[in-house]
């Protein structure tokens, strides 16, 4: 019989995600949807890079404090927040792509 996998409840940008207990913020956001966490400042999409808190790309707000989603672990009722515009979330093709 294989044993039950422990799962928390996020809530990310406003609708509940269901992920596996002891996940980071980034992999939870990566399994969940697309794995982005944000835009730069020219519009691009961006994601996490490095996985360790170095490239700074996975900034989000957690619980209304910014923090490194990939240093943060999954707490059950944890509120996400990306700063990547919901309607862009749509298309994340390469510039110069057709989607």
């Known amino acids: 019989m294989t044993p039950a996998i422990a799962t928390v409840?996020?809530?990310?940008?406003?609708?509940p995600v269901a992920v596996e207990a002891g996940l980071s913020v980034a992999a939870a956001l990566a399994r969940a949807g697309d794995?982005?966490?944000?835009t730069?400042?020219?519009g691009m999409a961006?994601?996490?890079?490095?996985g360790m808190g170095v490239c700074q790309e996975c900034r989000v707000d957690i619980d209304g404090r910014r923090m490194l989603?990939?240093?943060t672990v999954c707490r059950d009722g944890m509120a996400?927040?990306?700063?990547?515009?919901?309607p862009a979330r749509q298309?994340?093709?390469?510039p110069g792509t057709t989607p």
Do not use: E
């Open 40 to 42: 730069s400042v020219s």
């Open 80 to 86: 996400v927040t990306t700063r990547m515009p919901h």
């Open 35 to 38: 794995g982005i966490t944000r």
């Open 91 to 94: 298309s994340h093709h390469l």
């Open 46 to 50: 961006r994601a996490p890079l490095c």
């Open 9 to 15: 409840t996020l809530v990310v940008d406003g609708r």
């Open 69 to 71: 989603a990939c240093q």
